[in-house]
């Protein structure tokens, strides 16, 4: 599972999301991925995902941005070659 800019999940934690993987991508400048609007943010570090990687500056529409790092991150993870934490 890949959460990308998530406004929060109805679940305490990635254990509880019942997927063997779950990867998570979020930045400063993307205020969805801290509201919380439907449970806790995979954003809190005690959430459990493995983070992918980011830049500071990414906005919430531009994780799928070929020129930031999470495309590729995303791409590494649906094919299965991307290593879990």
């Known amino acids: 599972m890949v959460l990308l800019g998530s406004p929060g999940v109805p679940e305490d934690d990635a254990a509880g999301l019942e997927a063997p993987e779950v990867y998570g ?6 205020p969805v991925s801290y509201l919380g609007r439907f449970g806790p943010s995979p954003s809190d570090p ?12 990414q ?3 531009e994780y799928y941005d070929e020129w930031f790092p999470t495309l ?5 993870v649906v094919a299965g070659t991307r290593d879990h934490g």
């Open 25 to 30: 991508a979020w930045t400063p400048f993307d």
């Open 46 to 57: 005690g959430f459990g995902d493995t983070p992918l990687p980011t830049t500071p500056v």
């Open 59 to 61: 906005l919430h529409t």
């Open 72 to 76: 590729e991150a995303v791409a590494e």
